[in-house]
Every structure is written in structure tokens, then in C-alpha cells.
């Protein structure tokens, strides 16, 4: 349907809550909005996605189950330039590990990125946390019930991703080789 028949086009609509959106929203939040099943909402923002990758300066960013429009990557300099915001927090190699083990391992505990690193991570994590890269996804069913952490929609947007499946598969560690010395490797799965 057009707008001149009285009710908006679809993707013109989510254009517009996804812009008026402050938080990222679900699939069943917008088809209830509009009245339309998800599987057409689903459709309609993939078709916006593709249209968004093509040469525009927003792009769709998801985010376990919710989807939320953000400026494209490549404009983030000149976004925070506009709206005078300083890059001066930077992340240390620490944070920068933490993010990379959670990324791939999500949800994982503390223990089982301490374990990773070879160093106690509490205070990485609190400052992951208070930065909102890292958020607290449920506690695991083992003894103690550790918190599980993963990543959230604001890391995603840090670092110009549209959905934690652009992170590419974590390698396997290479196949045993003859010269290999077994000491030199310090964890194995």
C-alpha cells in the first residue's frame, strides 16, 4: 500500500519508529505496532538493511533479537565531531582481550575468562560493564552459579557491527604437528 491510500508502506513505517526509537526493539514489538504478522516485518527489515548498505549514512544494527537504526560505521568521526563528542576514552589491551574472549565464547563467567587470560579479570570486567560494552546475560547452572556475561547492542556499536554474527568463527587451533612441543601450549579446551 502507498500513503496515499491511507495507510504508510511498510518500510517507510518502520523507517520511522526505528528512528524514533531511544533502544533497540523487537520484531514482535513493531509487528504488534503496525499490525502486521513478524514474518512481514522480519522481510521488510532485511529489504531495509540491503537498501542501507548501499551508499547511505544509516545502516540497521542487531542485536540479540532487537534491531535498532544507527549511523554507518564509516561516519562515526564525523558523527561524534557534530555532535562534540571526544574520543578520549580509550580501551586498554586488557578491555580490548576481555571483549574478544566474550565476543567469541558469550555467554561465558568470570572464571572462564580468567581462565583464558591467566589473570584475575574483576576489574576489566567492572569497567566493561560501566562503559556498557558488556552486560550481565544470566548465571550459569554450576555450582556457585557464576554470572554469565555477553556482549551488548552499544559494543556492537563501537565497533561497527550490525549483528555479533559478523564476528568471524573462532579457528580451531591448527592441527597437531610433529614439531609441536606440547609444554609451549598453555590452555587447551
Known amino acids: 500500500m502507498t500513503i496515499s491510500e491511507g495507510e504508510p508502506d511498510l518500510k517507510?513505517?518502520?523507517?520511522?519508529l526505528l528512528f524514533a526509537a531511544s533502544n533497540p526493539v523487537s520484531i514482535s514489538q513493531l509487528a504488534e505496532v503496525l499490525s502486521r504478522n513478524p514474518e512481514e516485518i522480519a522481510l521488510a527489515l532485511k529489504t531495509l538493511e540491503v537498501e542501507y548498505k548501499q551508499k547511505r549514512g544509516v545502516r540497521l544494527q542487531w542485536h540479540i533479537g532487537?534491531?535498532?537504526?544507527?549511523?554507518?560505521?564509516?561516519?562515526?568521526?564525523?558523527?561524534?565531531?557534530?555532535?562534540?563528542?571526544?574520543?578520549?576514552?580509550r580501551l586498554s589491551w586488557a578491555a580490548l582481550e576481555t571483549l574478544?574472549?566474550?565476543a567469541f565464547k558469550q555467554p561465558i563467567t568470570r572464571p572462564g575468562i580468567d581462565a583464558i587470560r591467566g589473570v584475575?579479570?574483576?576489574?576489566?570486567?567492572?569497567?566493561?560493564?560501566?562503559?556498557?560494552?558488556?552486560?550481565?546475560?544470566?548465571?550459569?547452572?554450576?555450582p556457585g552459579r557464576p554470572i554469565l556475561y555477553g556482549t551488548?547492542?552499544?559494543?556492537?556499536?563501537?565497533?561497527g557491527l550490525s549483528s555479533i554474527q559478523e564476528?568471524?568463527?573462532?579457528?580451531?587451533e591448527p592441527a597437531n604437528n610433529e614439531n609441536d612441543n606440547k609444554n609451549d601450549r598453555v590452555l587447551k579446551d
Open 152 to 159: 551488548t547492542s552499544d559494543f556492537l556499536q563501537h565497533f
Open 12 to 16: 517507510i513505517a518502520l523507517e520511522a
Open 100 to 102: 574478544a574472549i566474550v
Open 66 to 89: 532487537k534491531v535498532q537504526m544507527t549511523s554507518a560505521p564509516e561516519f562515526g568521526s564525523l558523527v561524534e565531531k557534530f555532535l562534540g563528542l571526544e574520543s578520549t576514552s
Open 167 to 172: 564476528i568471524p568463527p573462532l579457528e580451531d
Open 120 to 142: 584475575n579479570s574483576d576489574g576489566v570486567l567492572r569497567n566493561l560493564l560501566s562503559k556498557g560494552l558488556l552486560e550481565e546475560t544470566g548465571r550459569a547452572e554450576t
